[in-house]
């Protein structure tokens, strides 16, 4: 099977064509062009800047991911897009490209939940068997899950305020680090001492698997005025601190994940890491440890296919068509769209 993927929902747009065949999955291309510039003055995603930037760069994306498969059209199976979660702006630029595509060349439309593109990502670079347990953590979304299948996802927790990215970019912002925030505290945190201040550590050893990062937020910023004029080193610190906080929150959450997934399914694992947060190092080594630790394994897809990209949507159309899934071309955008609330494609109902 031969699919095209589009991608739209936030400040990427991207583009890409995967295939699977006896041989395996391939990315034949997967092109993004990032707005980073774009929103980099206002500190966070304008939704208007974003949707007419799309507007501006899909058409010629989507010629040259073709044009970098080696392919025309006539010789996809379908077409897949992003149709939410996401800013609704964005998400109709990229699904009602993706429809005017299918239409005029007779091709299937799959909709496509944005995370259910990470959440299977895994199935595409590490050819993984179901079921899997899924720590999701993005800008937008911070959620454990059981993987049972395509549509298949039950939910053993979520976050009760802020995502973890949200957390990343609004603390890169009180220290001053720039856009995007997960990088830049990385960065920062390399040359800090993660003990130097005592941040809290919320709902850790707390029953259930729920997550919170508000309160962190508020610390560092207390903190931070009690530094007064921070010098580098100290926001440096308080980078370091932040992303330990963050990481110990992660892993105590997930470990009791994996507690509740081999009670209910027998297995150890695999622990699957996606999203854009998933790119962070010190939070995929802590990670790894847990689930090596808990006899099982971790799955992390490479950097490049953790942040939005379009390979991992074209990968979960791919996966839907299989199951007999084609949507209409009334679908509608979905800003929000839970993935345990992902219906089930038709052949599977």
């Known amino acids: 099977m031969l699919v095209l993927g589009i991608e739209t929902s936030c400040d990427e747009t991207a583009a890409a064509v995967v295939s699977d065949a006896a041989a395996g999955p391939r990315i034949r291309a997967n092109l993004v062009f990032s707005q980073l510039e774009e929103h980099r003055p206002f500190g966070g995603v304008v939704p208007e800047i974003a949707a007419r930037s799309h507007l501006e760069k899909i058409d010629g994306l989507v010629a040259e991911a073709m044009a970098q498969a080696g392919i025309g059209f006539a010789a996809l199976d379908g077409v897949a897009a992003t149709t939410g979660p996401g800013l609704i702006g964005g998400v109709m630029v990229g699904m009602m490209t993706a429809k005017a595509i299918a239409a005029v060349h007779g091709k299937p439309f799959v909709a496509v939940n944005h995370l259910e593109g990470h959440a299977l990502t895994a199935r595409l670079t590490d050819d993984l068997d179901f079921p899997y347990l899924l720590l999701l953590v993005s800008g937008g979304h911070c959620q454990l899950l059981a993987v049972e299948g395509v549509g298949r996802y039950r939910r053993y927790g979520g976050t009760i305020d802020d995502a973890v990215g949200e957390a990343f970019d609004k603390t890169a912002k009180l220290l001053g680090l720039g856009y995007p925030g997960g990088p830049a505290v990385e960065r920062a945190a390399a040359d800090g001492d993660p003990a130097r201040f005592a941040l809290p550590r919320p709902l850790l050893g707390r029953p259930g698997c729920d997550f919170s990062f508000s309160g962190l937020k508020t610390a560092v910023r207390h903190?931070?005025?009690?530094?007064?004029?921070?010098?580098?080193?100290?926001?440096?610190?308080?980078?370091?601190?932040?992303?330990?906080?963050?990481?110990?929150?992660?892993?105590?959450r997930t470990a009791r994940a994996l507690e509740r997934f081999?009670?209910?399914?027998?297995?150890?694992?695999?622990?699957?890491?996606?999203?854009?947060?998933?790119?962070?190092?010190t939070l995929r080594a802590r990670l790894a440890a847990l689930a090596e630790d808990r006899g099982g394994r971790l799955v992390a897809p490479p950097p490049a296919l953790c942040t939005d990209n379009a390979a991992m949507?074209?990968?979960?159309?791919?996966?839907?068509?299989?199951?007999?899934?084609?949507?209409s071309l009334d679908f509608p955008a979905r800003p929000r769209w839970p993935l345990d609330e992902l219906a089930p494609p038709r052949a599977a109902a």
């Open 262 to 281: 081999r009670a209910e399914t027998g297995r150890a694992g695999p622990l699957v890491v996606a999203g854009g947060v998933a790119a962070n190092a």
């Open 223 to 252: 903190a931070l005025e009690g530094l007064g004029a921070a010098s580098a080193q100290g926001r440096a610190d308080l980078a370091a601190g932040f992303q330990a906080a963050v990481a110990a929150v992660l892993a105590d």
């Open 313 to 327: 949507i074209a990968w979960a159309g791919l996966e839907r068509l299989r199951l007999g899934a084609d949507d």
